[in-house]
């Protein structure tokens, strides 16, 4: 059977995807900074597929370490998905705190390439990796420097790691808008209700790790199982 990570998994769209790749009969190891939340995820999930959840941060070596082990010898896609958005509100890069960033970029780059370069050894050929990106990578939102710049250090990673890997197909892929916390963090007091919810973008994170498509920067709701 195939084995994903998916890092992000208590919640929102990393929960989303989990339900779906547990439908499909993969077997997943699943992490979230909020053990409760991640305990009733792995509850849900564990009635589908086999499920192994660690709880804790992908900024933390240690909790990657026992992530990537608890996925077993063969892993067939990574899916990181855990981000961190900052300071809520969103301030303006001019009052950024120097330490927030250093989080974001710890949560958001750190993070999911630590989990990478220890899942590599475990990657045969044909392997997915599927790195959330978000349209703040490559448009200048006002406040979202922190996030988008993290979100764009990613993305540059994933092209490389492209270029490094023909043997994988390695992806960076913009969910769009959805209803989530992070969201709703970003935006607070207003209401978000008109955004889609995170299932609306998980068909196309499907075509990504079923389908055939060259490795590369996607935007999810532009992808259709009939393209892959």
Known sequence: MSTAIVTGASRGLGLALARALAERGWHLAIDARGAEDLEAARYE???????????????????????VAAAGDRIDLVVNNASLLGPSPLPPVAELPPVALEEI???NVMGPLGVLQLALPRMRDGARIVNVSSDAAVEPYEGWGGYGSSKAALDQLTRVLAAERPDLRVYSVDPGDMRTQMHQAAFPGEDISDRPPPEASVP????????????????ARELSPTLA
């Open 45 to 67: 999930l564990a009635a589908l597929t086999r499920v192994v959840a660690v709880a804790g941060d992908v900024a933390d070596e240690r909790h990657r370490r026992e992530l």
């Open 204 to 219: 196309g994170l499907l075509t990504l790790v079923e389908g055939d498509l060259p490795s590369g920067r996607y935007l």
């Open 105 to 107: 970029l710890r949560a």
